[in-house]
Each structure stands twice: as structure tokens, then as C-alpha cells.
């Protein structure tokens, strides 16, 4: 029996690619094929982009109140089709039903908030030159080429879309190709809600073919992507041969402290979350957890003999705690760190079997390894699943240390009830977000991304705005000033 086919979305219609060429979709839980992907060509891309420049006119001139009209019915929309996008969104990436629920919730929230942002924007106004009056304002950048990644497709997708086309711009999005189904509904519903054909397009394809043609386009002005660092290099690399602006959000190993006057209850609880959450598989993931020395040996063989309590299992199953990896090639990578850790002195205090009663699927028991430094691999290197590392510590001074010892600095989490331990952790730290005694919270007004290899530029309300709009300066003279007259007869 043939299999369903996903082909990219172009001025809100299916567009087949002319090269034919298929990818298989596979579901993670039984690795049996969903559907085959059509992958878009240079020419495929080009239609896209060239739809989105043809939409950028009338979308950039059309009044705020007028597209947020459209961004708040997509809010609608999205709500309304909550379960089912939740249970494709399982299906296709093993993240478990019962969590996604909130991120079906958040990519619809996206659009709504956006919309509220851009109703906020003002300009500015100069006077204090008595000649002129001076004035700023700001307008859409343009045709955006839009990358995300397979770990959170609706609720990563839905920000670059929503922070994008809020301010008039209009974009082509790439998805991974491990998991393009339920974005690819996602925007079939962002247009049955109103929105105009070819502001959001999709391709469908993998980086080296789609998104690199994607990126190299002439008529795509900016870039934003989520996913990894060596990925976000090549990236940024290619739009910079063409001057193109880009936002990057890219990988972290955020370190998690644990005070010895936590709340260890509660400690205990946000850093399983922070690194089990989503199968494991987030940029934001605690996956360095600093415990100190005084509660170090209570507090690791409580986290183990939670994490193996963990309950693993189907997706679609609302019991499931945790499910399969995305996909084959990325649990062999997860598991090829239990070697690494291994041979580099680390004690593995749990995890890594494929759990008793799945013979298929790519299921993998959550991992804890109390490693020997935080010069190890584990402790440096970006997994990217249920893997997590424990260091212990002295003082907080040295705490600090461990967790600036890092190409990333994407998040960070400390769990203390000492205040000025709390502002010390907030204030040295070098990451983009510090998160004090609570796990994963998103304020979506405020900017968000990472120091050093975890990107560059923000997400967040008038961070988005500096990237999505250009700004430009107005003036006009109050009065007859003078002006030279090249040219004219010399005075006699």
C-alpha cells in the first residue's frame, strides 16, 4: 500500500516538487513509515519566495488592527483544533500527549501575543533642533526564510511564524524533515482561519537541499533559525555571503545548581523536569546538575531512584511520562555517550537499556552519569536527550565557575532559598535566562536566547521587533532654512 504524501505549501496550496524525490516520515514509537515527504527543490523554493514577495505588499500596507484581527482568529483556530494537532505532534515526534497539550496551547498563544505586541509599537519624535522635526518610524523588513527544529515542531515553529508576520512581514519556513506533519497542519489551519495566501509558505526537505536554497534565495531578506550550533554556524555563514541578517537560537548544556538550603522537594522535582521534560530533547535542558557536597549523596540517589520510576511508553498514552527519541540516528548518538562517559571515569548510576516490554521504537531509559570533572565530554558536549550529568560542589563560588566553564550559555537554573545566593547566580552567571527555584518558564515579553555558542539575537517582544522591522528616520524642515546654492552667481 502506498503511503500518504506531504508535499510542501505554497500560496496556501500543496505544490509538488518537479525532482520527485521522497523521504520517509517515520513514527519513532513503532518505526513504521507515516507518510513520504516530497522534498522541495531550488525550483520549489523559489516559487515560495517568490510568493511570499508577492504577498509582502499588500500583508506590510494592510493596518495593524486589520492583521491582528487574522493573528487572533488563528489563536482560534489553533485552540479549537488542540487534541488532534497534540496527538499528530505525538505521533510524529514520541513526545508524550499528556505535555503537549500546553505546547499546542503555546504555539497558539504565539499569535495572540505577538498581535498584543504589535499593537504596542510607537514611534519617536525629535525636537530639539528648532529647524526641524524629526520623526521615526518603523515598517517591515521583508520576505523571511524561517528554519525549525524537530525537538518542539508547533510550538518552535508557531514563534518564528508569529513574531514574523506580526509585524507585516511574510516568510517560507522550513520544518525538519523527521517531523514536518504538524506544522504543516498547523499552517493549513493558520490559513482556513483567514490568512491571506503567501505570507506563510512551507518546503519540505532537508538542510543541504531545501535550506540551503532557502537561505541562499535573493528574494529572502532575513533568516531565523532553531536547532544546533554547527547547523546555526553553516547558517549564518551562508546568509552572511549575502548580508542577510539573522536570529539564532541554538544549543545549551545549562547547569542546574543545587544549594544545600533548597527546597530539595522541590529542587528534585524541577531538575528531573529540566532534563527529562520532552524525552529529554530541548536546547534549555539542565543537563549539568550541580548538586553541593553537604546534601550530594541524599539528593543523587533520590534523583536516580525517581528517574527510574519514570513511567516510558506509548505517546499517545496520557500516562506516559516519557517516550521514544525522534529518531534512530539520534538515540544511537545519545547512547554512544555512555561510552565516552565510561571511558572518561564517569559512574553510570542509571539508565540506557531499551526498557523492558518495547521491542520497537526507539525507547531509551533515561540516563544519569555522576561524571569526574566538568572537563568531560558529557559534561560539555550537547546530547540532546534523557541524559543527565551530576557534578558536586564546594562553595558557590566554585558552583559559578562550573557553570560559566561552557561554550553555551543558553539558561541556567539555581535552587536556593538565600537570597543574595539567587542574585549572585542571576547576576555572574553568563547565560540568557536564569531560572531560580522553578523549572522551564517562558515569559514570552521578555527576550530570550543565549551568550556564546547558543546563538545570537533574542526572541521576545521588542527584541522581535528590532529584527523584524527596519527603523527609519524622517525629517522635516519647520521653517525656511538655508540652503547652499551650488552653481549659482558669485555675490557681488
Known sequence: MSLPLATSLIDGKPDRSLSGHTLEVIDPAREEAL?????????????????????????????????????????????????????LEARTTGLPVRNLAGLVRRAAINFRSFAEVASTLSGETYVQNPDYLTYVTREAKGVAGLISPWNAPL?????????????????????????????????????????PEGVVNVVNGRGQVTGAALVDHPEVDMVGFTGGTSTGRAIMAAAGRRLKPSIMELGGKSAAIVCADADLERALDGTLAGIYASN?????????????????????????????????????DPAT?????????????????????????????????????????????????????????????????????????????????????SDFGLVAYAWTS????????????????????????????????????????????????????????????????ALPQFGAAPPI
Open 35 to 87: 507518510c513520504a515527504l516530497e522534498e522541495a527543490d531550488e525550483a520549489a523554493v523559489d516559487r515560495a519566495a517568490r510568493s511570499a514577495r508577492r504577498a509582502f505588499a499588500a500583508w506590510s500596507a494592510m493596518g495593524t488592527d486589520q492583521r491582528n484581527d487574522i493573528l487572533f482568529a488563528i489563536h482560534d483556530r489553533l485552540i479549537a483544533e488542540a487534541e488532534p494537532l497534540a496527538a
Open 155 to 195: 510550538a518552535l515553529s508557531s514563534m518564528r511564524i508569529a513574531t514574523c508576520i506580526a509585524f507585516g512581514n511574510t516568510c517560507v519556513l522550513k520544518p525538519s524533515e523527521y517531523t514536518p506533519q504538524s506544522v504543516l497542519r498547523m499552517v493549513e489551519l493558520m490559513h482556513e482561519a483567514g490568512l
Open 280 to 316: 529529554g530533547q530541548q536546547c534549555l535542558g539542565g543537563s549539568r546538575i550541580l548538586v553541593q557536597r553537604t546534601i550530594a549523596d541524599r539528593f543523587i540517589a533520590d534523583f536516580v531512584a525517581r528517574t527510574r520510576a519514570i513511567r516510558i511508553g506509548d505517546p499517545l
Open 321 to 405: 511520562e516519557m517516550g521514544p527519541l525522534a529518531y534512530a540516528g539520534h538515540r544511537d548518538r545519545v547512547l554512544s555517550y555512555l561510552d565516552i562517559a565510561r571511558a572518561q571515569g564517569a559512574e553510570v548510576l542509571c539508565g540506557g537499556e531499551r526498557p523492558a516490554g518495547f521491542d520497537k521504537g526507539y525507547y531509551v531509559e533515561p540516563i544519569a552519569v555522576l561524571a569526574k570533572d566538568n572537563a568531560s565530554r558529557v559534561c560539555q558536549e550537547e546530547i540532546f536527550g534523557p541524559f543527565a550529568s551530576f557534578l558536586v560542589f564546594d562553595t558557590i563560588d566554585e558552583a559559578i565557575a562550573i557553570a560559566n566553564a
Open 418 to 481: 538565600n537570597l543574595a545566593t539567587a542574585m549572585r547566580c542571576s547576576r555572574e552567571i553568563r547565560a540568557g535566562t536564569i531560572w531560580i527555584n522553578t523549572p522551564m518558564m517562558r515569559e514570552l515579553r521578555a527576550p530570550f536566547g543565549g551568550y556564546k555558542d547558543s546563538g545570537t539575537g533574542r526572541d521576545g517582544a521588542t527584541s522581535s521587533a528590532d529584527f523584524f522591522t527596519e527603523l527609519k528616520t524622517t525629517s522635516i524642515p519647520l521653517r525656511d532654512v
